[in-house]
């Protein structure tokens, strides 16, 4: 269900069926886009084209990687399922709300056709065309209404119906999300864990280094040695960084 959805959606944002470009982009990793058009049979800056037109209504995302050799940027791409999912479901309410507008206007008003050119027109144009056909010159029959509002409420169940899978394959991808993101913050609270402990342990074993140093020096020598060991226990937290001025000012070169 989930696939049939995104199909559709990139389908009505490219303009033409696109269940290849879902097939390639749909996991969660970002797909390199010299693959995708390989696998598309595309040109490079075809397939950048459709994906461009995709991530401007924001259903697919990318992350750039510098070549280190040529210098150049190759972009990732991957589709955001849950924004997708929001944007049919948006569509969906559209089409359901103007649907309901239809048939009201069926139930309330009068509409006529021309059977032989299979043309309609609602009560106030049927007048001014005084209900003869411009085209053909035959008179008007009144419409059977009852039959086309039978039509749209089959059409707005399905509409509805729509409406409630797709909201049900946004709850589902929205705990999928969750989980993923708790799982990352547990490893990075369980990487914070280690580097605390790390540290710990290398001023501990600094500290006993400078102990067992200082045990073995005159009493004399004591003073001068443990200002060292103060300003070795707690290092400084300002180190300075290597300056990149150097390193841009070689690229500009290239
Ligand atoms: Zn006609």
């Known amino acids: 269900m989930l696939k049939n959805f995104l199909n559709e959606v990139i389908s009505i944002v490219v303009g033409k ?50 070549d280190k050799k040529k210098g150049w940027y190759t972009y990732f791409w991957k589709i955001e399922v849950l924004k997708s999912l929001e944007f049919l479901k948006e569509l969906t309410i559209k089409n359901i709300t103007q649907l309901r507008n239809q048939i009201k206007s069926r139930e309330t008003k009068g509409f006529y056709v021309c059977e032989r050119c299979n043309i309609e027109f609602n009560e106030e144009n049927a007048m001014l065309h005084d ?9 008007f029959t009144v419409k059977d209404n009852e039959k086309v509002i039978r039509e749209f409420k089959k059409n707005e169940d399905k509409l509805v119906n729509k409406l409630k899978l797709i909201e049900e394959e946004i709850t589902t991808e929205k705990a999928r999300l969750d ?37 073995k020096k005159k009493p004399s020598e004591k003073k001068s040695s443990k200002k060292k060991s103060s300003t070795l226990s707690k290092p400084k937290k300002n180190i300075k960084k290597p300056s990149k001025t150097k390193d841009k000012k070689k690229s500009k070169k290239k």
């Open 131 to 139: 209900f003869t056909c411009n085209e053909c010159g035959e008179v």
């Open 17 to 66: 069926p696109s269940d290849s470009i879902v097939r390639l982009l749909e996991g969660d990793k970002y797909v390199n886009e010299f693959i995708i058009a390989k696998k598309l049979d595309l040109t490079i800056n075809q397939t950048r084209n459709i994906l461009y037109k995709i991530s401007d209504y924001g259903l697919v995302s990318s992350i750039r990687k510098k």
């Open 179 to 215: 989980k993923i993101k708790m799982k990352e913050l547990k490893k990075i609270e369980a990487e914070k864990l280690k580097q605390r402990e790390e540290k710990r342990r290398i001023q501990k074993e600094a500290r006993e280094k400078l102990k067992k140093e200082s045990s």
